[in-house]
């Protein structure tokens, strides 16, 4: 019973190592969507840099708290959307900066994400103007 408990836990750790882990911006942009779509604002807030996760705090605040959305949430999705990759652009002097390009599949319009790297992870970092122009695809 030892063992069997000790290989679940090596193999969650595993898991969720690869799975937090961003090496791409797209990882990363996937990883915020999904997890904002369902709900997961903690999960989703390691995948954004500290003043996107500030700015979500905010807005879940402003809306009646993180059980408030997720019923929401639940009344308006009743049916997973899904996050479809379309590309990326690097951007800065060292390619520290990344633009994500990508639909879902309740949305076929075109929406993008800004990313930086920082400290060797890519982070979504989202301006309030950038919110608000994908706050269809974000809710």
Wanted: one cysteine or more.
């Amino acid at each position: 019973m030892k063992k069997v408990l000790s290989l679940l836990f090596v193999a969650f750790a595993m898991i969720s190592l690869i799975s937090c882990s961003s090496d791409k911006p797209e990882d990363a942009a996937k990883n915020f969507f999904e997890n904002m779509n369902s709900g997961n604002f903690t999960e989703a807030k390691k995948y954004c840099d500290k003043t996107t996760g500030q700015m979500l705090d905010m807005v879940i605040t402003m809306s009646g708290g993180e059980e408030k959305i997720k019923e929401k949430l639940k009344e308006e999705k009743k049916k997973k959307e899904e996050f479809i990759f379309v590309k990326t652009e690097l951007k800065g002097k060292n390619k520290d900066e990344a633009v994500v390009y990508y639909k879902t599949t309740a949305n076929a319009k075109e929406s993008t994400l800004q990313l930086k790297k920082i400290d060797g992870e890519w982070k979504v970092s989202m301006s309030k103007e950038e919110k608000e122009k994908n706050k269809d695809t974000m809710s």
